[in-house]
């Protein structure tokens, strides 16, 4: 009599399963936000979930990256293709109500440096934007001259500069503006002292709006 073979035990409970899984349709995607777009890449939210995508590149989720620039990005997103801008939101039905773009250019100086004119709690400001610094910073002489009291409200502590270790105050800024963009409850630090000599604009405001650059130019957007 010819032999039957035995099938382990594991094969039979997990293939069914394994079927299942394979036949379960796609959740459908709810929501998709463009945070950063580069030549062939882009860095899009998709549900709350950051992915970074290269061009031809599919996310868990069934989000196709087309084609990127550091203007837009071309998706695909359940067959249907579209053109999307840094900052913009996609709603669960892909159409979203047009808004007001809030945006700033920023060229660099004879020196490559990226200065922008904006304001602090009112009071007008030129700054550096410096991406390696942590929060907005300033020292003591521009604080007193835009009303910031830092011995009385700030919270002493110590920063790392260039210079060595230094001491430094941590405020928080009502207002920061950038041309058309403003942000509330900023955070910064005055550092007792002369330097730095520039108020420099770090990431407790950058990282707050959307940031590219084309070419030479460096353009901020507002968050929705």
Known sequence: MERIPRIPIWMVITLPVALLLA???ARAVESIRVVG???GKAVVQIDGTQRMLSTGQAS???V????????E?????DGRRGTYALGRHISSTYASAARHEIAVRVWPD???MYRAIGSINGFPVSFLVDTGATHIAMNAAQAKRLG????VVGRQGFAST??????????????????????????????DGMHPVDVLLGMSFLSQVDMAREGKVLELKKKF
Do not use: C, T, W
């Open 60 to 62: 868990p989720e069934g």
């Open 37 to 39: 777009l580069f030549s």
């Open 23 to 25: 036949a379960a349709p």
């Open 73 to 77: 990005a071309v998706m695909e997103v």
């Open 64 to 71: 196709k990256l087309i084609s990127a620039n550091a203007r």
């Open 110 to 112: 004879e020196g490559g």
């Open 148 to 151: 910031i009291d830092y011995l």
């Open 162 to 191: 260039a210079s060595g270790v230094v001491k430094q105050y941590m405020v928080q800024l009502d207002r920061v503006a950038v041309g058309d963009i403003e942000l509330h409850n900023v955070s910064a630090g005055v550092i």
